[in-house]
C-alpha cells in the first residue's frame, strides 16, 4: 500500500493473527540481545498488525 492509496484494503483474521506473530517473535528477539522497541516503534507494530500499513511500510516506514 503506498502513502498514495486512501484507504488501505482490510486484512483476514489469519492475516492479522500471522502479523501478530510476527511482531511479537521481532520483539523476542530482539529482547534477546538487551534491546526493547520504542514507543514509535510498538505504534507502529500495532498499525501494521491492524492493516493500516503493509509490510514494506512497516520495515521502512522512511519510503
Do not use: C, H, W, Y
Request: glycine letters at 4%; hydrophobic letters at 40%; a negative charge.
Amino acid at each position: 500500500m503506498s502513502k498514495d492509496t486512501e484507504t488501505p484494503a482490510p486484512i483476514t483474521d489469519a492475516e492479522r493473527r500471522k502479523r501478530q506473530e510476527a511482531v511479537n517473535f521481532a520483539r523476542a528477539n530482539v529482547g534477546l540481545e538487551g534491546f526493547n522497541p520504542s514507543e514509535a516503534v510498538e505504534q507502529q507494530a500495532a498499525r501494521f498488525v491492524a492493516g493500516e500499513i503493509d509490510r514494506a511500510e512497516f520495515v521502512n516506514p522512511a519510503r
